[in-house]
């Protein structure tokens, strides 16, 4: 186990008090003393500074155990803002729309050595720079899977069986009746998912695609074990081209990063058949949006159901009104959005901390080499 350094410890007068104040407000600390009485040993808490709001129950759990700034009003922070964070805090917690840059990163204090990421991507941060830096970097793995492979799945059916605007024509007073040839879809059972990027994510994917009966490929940057490919019945594509053009259902499960940035880019979209659905619940950078657009106008693709854009929050309008039409789901970066799964994230992060001061190598260390 890699050691690091230890939180120091201050020692102070038996008379001083548990609490006090500094220029960064109240100094939280516990109080040892020792066996004979004669010494007060005081732990300097870390100053964990949080750019959003987090789950009530984290937020309590990080007050406790550390001197915690929460941005309780869940304003977005500034990149000055968050550059001022850095100076000042030991541990900085960001999500993963606050960008870390390697410009941010050089003038972070020299106390600040954790950057404890509140999301299971890090493409919203320089690892590179904080690892010279000496600064630790990690995020929450697999507390995100289900959750997001369940809103996968509902995306599939929502542009399959035309579920948003299905639901939009009873409270519009449009519906006169049932009708044999009306609101159409399509039958997603003994069709083709071709999952792009099989991780834990794209695994859980797969295992529910099966009860639906659908038939499992995929295209990975390394391709799985023998065993998890026949427990799956998934099948291989060493070409993301040849998999694509043979596919009913595109499912993006990978992370971005600058090998996958734009993936899925104008001519590769070109291989997908017109009766073709893709779904993103990923990243938005790793499809050319502009091309999908493009493509969603010129009927040249079935439809799409999109979790996460290329340049979030802003949205394209030509995608919204494709969106009315009824051809495309549009939703705001749902896919993790439980309670379940929002606390499982906070808790993920205190260990990571606590790790960390307590000496330790944290359990989900980001390196360059894994990104």
């Not at 100076?87 to 729309?97: G, N």
């Not at 369940?150 to 579920?163: G, H, N, Y």
């Not at 959005?337 to 000496?359: P, Q, S, Y």
Request: one cysteine or more; charged letters at 25%; a neutral charge.
């Amino acid at each position: 186990m890699t050691h690091l350094p230890p939180l120091t410890l201050t020692r102070r007068k038996a008379a001083t008090t548990e609490g006090g104040f500094s220029e960064r407000g109240p100094v939280r600390t516990e109080r040892i003393i020792d066996s004979k009485g004669g010494v007060d040993m005081t732990i300097k808490k870390p100053l964990v500074i949080v750019t959003r709001r987090l789950p009530d129950l984290v937020e309590t759990r990080m007050r406790e155990l550390f001197d915690a700034r929460l941005n309780v009003d869940d304003q977005p922070m500034s990149e000055s803002q968050i550059a001022e964070a850095m100076r000042e805090a030991d541990v900085l917690v960001p999500t993963i729309t606050d960008q870390i840059t390697a410009g941010m990163i050089a003038q972070a204090g020299e106390q600040m050595k954790l950057i404890a990421n509140f999301g299971n991507g890090v493409d919203n941060i320089d690892v590179t720079s904080a690892l010279r830096r000496g600064v630790t970097v990690t995020n929450t793995p697999g507390v995100l899977t289900e959750d997001t492979a369940d809103m996968t799945i509902a995306l599939i059916l929502s542009v399959s069986r035309r579920l948003v605007e299905g639901a939009r024509i009873i409270p519009d007073g449009r519906w006169s009746g049932w009708s044999p040839t009306w609101m159409l879809g399509r039958r997603i059972t003994g069709k083709r998912l071709g999952i792009l990027g099989m991780g834990r994510i794209g695994q859980a994917l797969a295992r529910r695609a099966r009860a639906f009966g659908l038939s499992i490929h995929y295209h990975n940057r390394r391709r799985l074990p023998a065993d998890v490919e026949e427990a799956l019945e998934a099948t291989y594509w060493d070409s993301l081209d040849q998999m694509l053009a043979r596919m009913d259902i595109v499912s993006v499960n990978c992370p971005h990063t600058p090998a996958t940035y734009h993936l899925l880019s104008a001519r590769r979209l070109k291989y997908l058949r017109p009766d073709a659905i893709i779904v993103n619940t990923a990243r938005g950078e790793v499809i050319d949006e502009n091309a999908l657009t493009r493509m969603l106008e010129a009927d040249e693709i079935a439809g799409a159901g999109l979790d996460v854009f290329e340049h979030a929050p802003a949205v394209s309008d030509k995608l919204i009104r494709l969106a009315e039409s009824g051809k495309v789901t549009l939703l705001p970066h749902m896919g993790s959005a439980t309670r379940e799964g929002r606390n499982d994230m906070g808790d993920k992060v205190i260990l990571n901390i606590k790790t960390f001061i307590d000496g330790h190598r944290p359990p989900d260390r980001v390196l360059p080499s894994m990104l």
